[in-house]
């Protein structure tokens, strides 16, 4: 008897593995938003906050490609957003850079 309940106990448990399976969701076809930003395509609604896996290094260079000069005190942020001091055009900004790649002035 203790066998047929080990026995109906792994059908179960083999059956409803197969009911807790779901389809992967498909691909957005039209991109609008991608997981991270280009240096010409930036987010509307940057900087966005969260977890920034860009280092010290990448965030200077990406802040570089997008124009600026002199990019000093650059800092992560406690929302993960990467600060910093640049010029552009001659001029001083304040820039930063989220964790999508979004690099922004103030």
């Known amino acids: ?12 448990l ?7 399976q779901t ?11 991608p997981a991270v930003a280009t240096p010409e395509d930036t987010n ?18 990406r802040i570089g490609e997008a124009g600026y000069g002199d990019v000093t005190d ?5 929302k993960g957003v990467w600060q910093a001091k640049a010029t552009k ?7 930063s850079m989220d964790y999508q790649g979004n690099v922004v002035a103030k």
């Open 1 to 12: 008897m203790k066998k047929f309940f080990i026995a109906a106990a792994v059908v179960a």
């Open 14 to 20: 083999s059956a409803s593995s197969v009911f807790a």
């Open 23 to 33: 389809a992967t969701p498909t691909a957005n076809p039209e991109g609008e938003t």
């Open 44 to 61: 509307a609604t940057a900087p966005v906050e969260g977890a920034n896996s860009f280092t010290e290094d990448q965030a200077m260079s």
């Open 74 to 78: 650059l800092k992560l942020d406690d």
């Open 89 to 95: 055009d001659g001029k001083p900004v304040a820039v």
